[in-house]
């Protein structure tokens, strides 16, 4: 999955990768030309699979002991990843880089033609190093025919506002106090909030406004309140370090768009269910004020402390974090189902941190597709060993049909 710009809105495109060329089968290890402490290594492939390009090759610098980083640049897109793979036949070579300096993973692409390059990152003294580069030409699946409510994929054809609907121009917040009420056909310029129950959100946009303090597009975090979000698109004009997407909980969100955003969904209460939808191109900025100016920690579902989650065949990326981040910041968190989703990226996809709370209960990981665009190489799903043995995890796979397991750690 990934995604092309149109207009003013972002289209994703599920993507069959076509090589053209020949690719040159080498691992590319015979004496290099570098400067002393220069990494170096080299790009020895990329392959077509379904959803993206693959990428294999290696890396190492000599004057660190730690892994390499890579970075490829796949047309103007750009991931790191890390060079920390078993690679024996680098080891054959180089005897003194060891064994575990090679990099694999799979990296969605947008519909045409574009250069993949790869290049050797330094930290310190010396220079970054090319491993080289390809071109591939990335087709349009066709696959994403299916309305996102009979099992297609969701993306921008069948989330968010549906096309033809007339919206009218909301300046300002809305906070909404009656129980029953229904919000349609509207484009909101500001923040709407929830203190009602049985509130209906559809056929509308919400764009934000300007903000120095924590908001979210749509807030739902009254006791007693509870909100259906349906065929609307959450984002914000500008992109900000302080709004998130949606916020609270008794939220249910089907057939949404959320993205610029810094979390998609962040959640705090129980009773939260997230269908049909499509979560991406998280907002990441490098000196975020929440993080004492470091970087920002943008998850695309984000779970501090409730019950009864229901994630179903959502299209699910873009985040820096992670695509699922359980943190028990607030208390526990169990009863949690993540289903028939296509959902990828982060330093790993879902990540279990159990805040000193013990582990997680109920949480069960079924029929999933995920992508190997990782900051750790294909790491679908880490938790601690407390929380891995007591998750129910079955029918997960990567994009190319390996089987996607726990991570440990």
Known sequence: MSFLPTGNRLVRTTATVLLTGALV????????????????????SATAVEGGVQVRGWAWDPSRSDATSVRLEIGSSTTTLVADEKRSDVA????????????????????????????????????????????????????????????????????????????????????????????????????????????????????????????????????????????????????????????????????????????????????????????????????????????SHDDSIQIQEGSRYRFRNNTISGATGAAVQFTQDRGRVSDVVIDGNWIGGGGCTINFSEGGRGPFTGVAITNNTFGRDTAHASCAIIAPDSTAKRLTVSGNVFTDGVAARVRTG
């Open 92 to 295: 054959d070579v180089h005897p003194s880089a060891g064994t575990n300096r090679g990099f694999e993973a799979t990296v969605q692409a947008p519909a045409g033609t574009h250069e993949v390059c790869a290049t050797a990152v330094n930290e310190g003294w010396g220079s970054d190093k090319a491993l080289g580069c390809t071109t591939v030409t990335v087709a349009g699946s066709g696959s994403d025919d299916q309305s996102a409510g009979q099992g297609g994929k969701p993306g921008a054809h069948n989330t968010g506002v549906p096309a033809g609907t007339d919206l009218t121009v909301h300046e300002g917040d809305l906070t909404i106090t009656e129980d029953g009420t229904v919000v349609e056909g509207l484009d909101v310029r500001g923040f709407i909030t929830v203190r009602a129950k049985d509130v209906v959100i559809r056929d509308s946009i919400v764009r934000g406004r300007d903000t120095d303090s924590y908001k979210g597009l749509v807030v739902a975090d009254t006791d007693g309140g509870s909100v259906t979000i349906e065929d609307t698109e959450l984002a914000p004009t500008t992109a900000s370090p302080w709004i998130d997407g949606i916020r609270g909980w008794n939220i249910t969100a089907r057939r949404v768009n959320v993205h610029d955003v810094i979390d998609a969904v962040h959640i705090y209460g129980p009773n939260v269910t997230i269908e049909d939808s499509w979560l991406h191109d998280n907002a990441h900025f490098a000196k975020d004020p929440n993080w004492n100016g470091g970087p």
């Open 25 to 44: 089968a080498t691992t590319g290890m015979a004496a290099q030309a570098r400067e002393v402490g220069d990494p170096f290594g080299h790009l020895d």
